[in-house]
């Protein structure tokens, strides 16, 4: 997905498209790499260092197992012919992790952050225009995660001021499902090179439609849904003992943080959920109708009221429960964003012969600091929220082969999505 803005109106235009290599980026960019396989990491980085040494970029690549030094050299020249005179000529340093990361020891991001400061000055002084490096991360244990995440973070916050851009490597197979979560979140961009088939995406959206959330979706269930069956299983019993009768208060509580985990994992697994779908012909106006009912007791229990402006538009290809679940997401968040007494407005109307679905809610609208990352996967200013619900609506949107977009100002936020014909 690529964001364009509009900073008047202060408006995000989800778009989709793929890339199948890494190669034109813009300085500032911080990529998370994921690949299965050897084959998969050198068609990554391959193309990616290739057109950063023919575009005057000082070039350095942190290797780590399943590659070794000796083998990386080898392996990229496929793309590198001439790496060599690269090597040579002191424009491409290819260095193992040991002497990078390691370089006392032990992991140290302020150290790390520091060297790569100065490897862009030294550069910058030499007369390339920024570096362009790659760093790959199966080295981590258990005890440097945390830290390392930390300087990833630190990293992602900076680097759109550096002369830099980082791609950072990491093998599917050696991550778990916590693993994923922590490098998706401190990175802007996610690429996943599988096979012959490499995907890039960024900001909104970024991570559905991809293999890498099957797989850490199923994780989750595994690792998690099934010991919590257990927990609630075993307290409804002790629940039911007279010994315990003093503690119900308790067990509520505890019945529903299960509940919300179980919640949770129900949001990771509708974004990994990729069967086929019956698609009908079916208007917009006869389902915002049929759940009318439901979305007006909602607002009512939030002190709010929906109102319905819908026109006359034509039957488009849907897939009815999809589009109900996405009108439920967004109507949930513009409820929970606008006062007590505000009206959220459900709009339908053919615009440049596009059916547009709009939720125009009357809160305060969003905050500049976070336009850029609403609909972040896992992002959320909400006590009790997943960060998935924008994320679910914009893969619902490319299941229909739409654009979820939306407009904000200081009178409130409007969603739409754009139905092509």
């Not at 080295?139 to 995660?145: D, I, V």
């Not at 959206?205 to 994780?219: F, P, Q, T, V, Y």
Request: with cysteine.
């Amino acid at each position: 997905m690529i964001i364009t803005d509009n900073s008047e109106q202060n408006t995000k235009s989800i778009i989709q498209s793929d890339t199948s290599s890494l190669t034109n980026i813009p300085y500032g960019t911080h990529i998370c790499g994921f690949y299965q396989c050897v084959d998969d990491l050198i068609n990554m980085l391959g193309p990616y260092f290739k057109f950063g040494l023919e575009n005057n970029e000082y070039c350095i690549w942190i290797t780590s197992e399943p590659i070794s030094n000796k083998k990386a050299k080898l392996m990229i020249k496929n793309y590198i012919p001439n790496l060599d005179h690269y090597l040579q000529k002191g424009q491409m340093e290819i260095i193992p992790y040991s002497e990078w990361y390691l370089t006392h020891g032990k992991f140290d991001g302020d150290n790390v952050l520091n060297s790569w400061i100065k490897k862009i000055d030294k550069a910058i002084s030499k007369g390339y225009r920024g570096i362009r490096i790659s760093g790959n991360m199966t080295w981590l244990t258990k005890e440097n995660w945390p830290a390392f995440q930390n300087y990833e973070s630190i990293i992602d916050k900076r680097i759109k001021d550096l002369k830099m851009i980082a791609v950072c490597t990491f093998q599917i197979s050696k991550c778990t499902s916590y693993e994923i979560i922590d490098i998706i979140k401190n990175h802007r961009y996610l690429f996943v090179s599988a096979g012959n088939k490499s995907y890039i995406i960024n900001d909104i959206g970024r991570i559905e439609k991809l293999d890498i959330i099957n797989k850490m979706s199923a994780n989750i269930a595994h690792e998690i849904r099934n010991p919590l069956t257990s927990i609630r299983g075993l307290l409804q019993l002790m629940q039911k003992k007279r010994a315990y009768a003093k503690y119900a208060s308790y067990f509520h509580i505890m019945f529903e943080d299960i509940d919300r985990i179980n919640n949770i994992i129900g949001e990771f697994l509708s974004l990994a959920r990729n069967e086929s779908s019956s698609f009908i012909r079916e208007s917009l106006n006869n389902i915002i109708n049929a759940i009318y009912p439901l979305i007006q007791a909602e607002a009512i229990k939030n002190g709010s009221n929906i109102i319905l402006e819908l026109g006359n538009i034509y039957d488009i290809p849907v897939v009815p429960e999809d589009i109900r679940q996405l009108i439920f997401n967004l109507v949930r968040n513009g409820l929970e964003a606008m006062p007590t007494g505000g009206n959220l407005t459900i709009k339908t109307y053919v615009m440049n012969d596009e059916i547009i679905l709009e939720v125009a809610d009357e809160g305060t609208g969003i905050s500049p600091d976070i336009i850029d990352v609403i609909g972040t996967p896992f992002y959320t200013t909400k006590d009790t929220g997943t960060g998935l619900g924008l994320t679910i609506c914009n893969n619902i949107a490319v299941k229909h082969n739409a654009n979820l977009n939306f407009k904000a100002n200081p009178k409130g936020t409007s969603f739409y999505i754009q139905f092509k014909h």
